[in-house]
T-cell receptor
Framework: RKEVEQDPGPFNVPEGATVAFNCTYSNSASQSFFWYRQDCRKEPKLLMSVYSSGNEDGRFTAQLNRASQYISLLIRDSKLSDSATYLC????????FGAGTRLAVHP | SAVISQKPSRDICQRGTSLTIQCQVDSQVTMMFWYRQQPGQSLTLIATANQGSEATYESGFVIDKFPISRPNLTFSTLTVSNMSPEDSSIYLC??????????FGPGTRLTVL
């Protein structure tokens, strides 16, 4: 079993759609959780940290369920510029990256 | 967040040669990391580089193949030694900010022929 698992996608959605990504992790002792965004041929960039209380940044909402070892990212009102690969990242002594979920937003 | 640069941005090398990648940060940082991202894959940690001590390597990576230097708090190098086509990858350095948050350099795209 992979330490961090994500649906690889791709998710093809029209502009304005709401899309949700899910991620599960295997190490119950994990202490930090993030979503990174990676554009094609670019480095990963931090999108947001994820907390047990949930957090929101504009159109983006992240949730963490420690009991289920599950992390989610919700993107509302998708824009063309949201097209990228979204990496679920879990930290315990080091960061473990999921393989990423590809999102393609079309007009 | 810190501003991180890497050199070279890309290179094409012959098998059996070595390439040294440089990572420069615009502020002093304690923890620097080196990752590899193979085509179509996610990131894999190679090693953690702390100033003043030897790098700590992850399982599957050894110092002879990936020697690392960390001479000060703003700079590190990763060398890919005796390269083979399997080493073709993107190599990224990162630095740790508050908590476990990491910020990445732009990466070095390496092709080994």
């Amino acid at each position: 079993r992979k330490e961090v698992e994500q649906d690889p996608g791709p998710f093809n959605v029209p502009e304005g759609a709401t899309v949700a990504f899910n991620c599960t992790y295997s190490n119950s002792a994990s202490q930090s959780f993030f979503w990174y965004r990676q554009d094609c041929r670019k480095e990963p960039k931090l999108l947001m940290s994820v907390y047990s209380s949930g957090n929101e940044d504009g159109r983006f909402t992240a949730q963490l369920n420690r009991a289920s070892q599950y992390i989610s990212l919700l993107i509302r009102d998708s824009k063309l510029s949201d097209s990228a690969t979204y990496l679920c990242v879990v930290g315990y002594n080091k960061l473990i990256f999921g393989a990423g979920t590809r999102l393609a937003v079309h007009p | 967040s810190a501003v991180i640069s890497q050199k070279p941005s890309r290179d094409i090398c012959q098998r059996g040669t070595s390439l040294t990648i440089q990572c420069q940060v615009d502020s002093q940082v304690t923890m620097m990391f080196w990752y590899r991202q193979q085509p179509g894959q996610s990131l894999t940690l190679i090693a953690t580089a702390n100033q003043g001590s030897e790098a700590t390597y992850e399982s599957g990576f050894v110092i002879d193949k990936f020697p690392i230097s960390r001479p000060n708090l703003t700079f590190s190098t990763l060398t890919v030694s005796n390269m083979s086509p399997e080493d073709s990858s993107i190599y990224l350095c990162s630095v740790e900010s508050r908590g476990d948050t990491q910020y990445f350099g732009p990466g070095t795209r390496l092709t080994v022929l």
